[in-house]
């Protein structure tokens, strides 16, 4: 499917397209924003109005049918992504989703398998794939710079969440609405970001627990990968511990590099002989580099780091993590 030009519609203007991704979609050669959805019409109209956007609605089903809505982003939470993605491929129009990609392994599949029988194409908004600082990351790793990869270690540790003004937890901590816990929201960035760097995983186990006990999900989660080209990983998980942190490191037979997925710090490469720091700031809308590789394999013009299929492998690696606790 080729395009000449992308008209985007967002169903769940909230709070991650105010920045992150919505204005994005105008910056982006060949894209705009013409339409969003929210269930709440107030709340689409104040959206619409404040960033320029001609069109709103209350009901996703009506801008999906839009005949000016050429593309769609889903950015509501992971509960009604399958449904979404279903509908808007069966429109005939390509789909940009948001993280994690749905529920589950099987809502995953039955996406993938529908878009692939109404031969849209599907994006998820893993778009760490597409920053400069992870680039950096797999540039130093292809040029061999740690020699060989041996093994890859994950550490990330998060302060216990508050419940909001109301006195509910976030929909994110409610495995009904999101799938998980933190775990799913917060670690399939991370996860997504090594299928990208080392490859694809062939083999993980994981176990998955709630130390806190004060909300449904899985505060917990420790676990062990093998990827399909021998390397080792392992990663643990804490979202109810005194501090906020997270670091990464990549072990070669050279050397290692150390980076973290979210907080501002350097990527730093060790070896025998020396120890360098890559300072790269990330973009202010941090989805505007991973929006335009879609737009340009929309327009025939490049390819998309990050596909369905590509998420699909997520999902499945954060489902043998956590399927303990949930079974």
Not at 152 to 162: D, N
Not at 188 to 210: C, E, Q, R
Not at 235 to 247: I, P
Request: aromatic content about 8%.
């Amino acid at each position: 499917m080729v395009m000449e030009q992308i008209r985007w519609g967002i169903i769940g203007c909230g709070d991650v397209t105010e920045v992150k991704s919505g204005p994005a979609f105008n910056l982006v050669e060949g894209s705009s924003l013409v339409a969003v959805m929210r269930r709440n019409a107030d709340l689409a109209k104040d959206y619409a109005i404040r960033h320029g956007v001609p069109k709103w609605y209350d009901r996703a089903e009506d801008l999906i049918h839009d005949e000016e809505v050429d593309a769609v982003y889903i950015a509501t939470p992971p509960s009604t992504h399958k449904e979404y993605t279903i509908l808007a491929a069966k429109a005939g129009k390509p789909i940009y989703v948001e993280k994690p990609m749905a529920m589950n392994t099987k809502e995953c599949e039955e996406m993938v398998e529908v878009c692939k029988q109404e031969q849209v194409p599907l994006y998820v908004a893993y778009y760490r794939r597409a920053l400069p600082r992870f680039l950096k990351v797999k540039e130093l790793l292809e040029a061999g710079e740690i020699g060989e990869i041996r093994f890859v270690s994950i550490q990330q540790t998060q302060q216990i969440i508050e419940k909001d003004e109301n006195g509910e937890w976030p929909w994110r901590v409610l495995p009904e609405i999101s799938g998980g816990g933190l775990f799913y929201d917060v670690a399939s960035h991370t996860l997504d970001l090594f299928d990208f760097l080392i490859g694809p995983i062939k083999k993980a186990k994981g176990i998955a627990v709630n130390q806190a006990g004060s909300y449904p999900a899985e505060d917990m989660v420790n676990g062990i990968v093998e990827f399909e080209n021998g390397v080792i990983g392992n990663g643990v998980w804490s979202f109810s511990s005194y501090k906020n942190e997270d670091m990464n490191r990549i072990v070669g037979s050279k050397g290692e590099i150390l980076f973290s997925s979210f907080d501002e710090k350097p990527v730093t490469i060790i070896t025998e002989t020396k120890s360098k720091q890559h300072i790269i700031e990330h973009p202010k809308h941090i989805q505007k580099d991973l929006i335009q590789a879609i737009v340009q394999e929309l327009l025939g013009k490049g390819t998309s780091p990050s596909t369905g299929e590509t998420a699909l492998r997520t999902n499945r690696v954060m489902q043998e993590f956590v399927k303990s606790y949930y079974s």
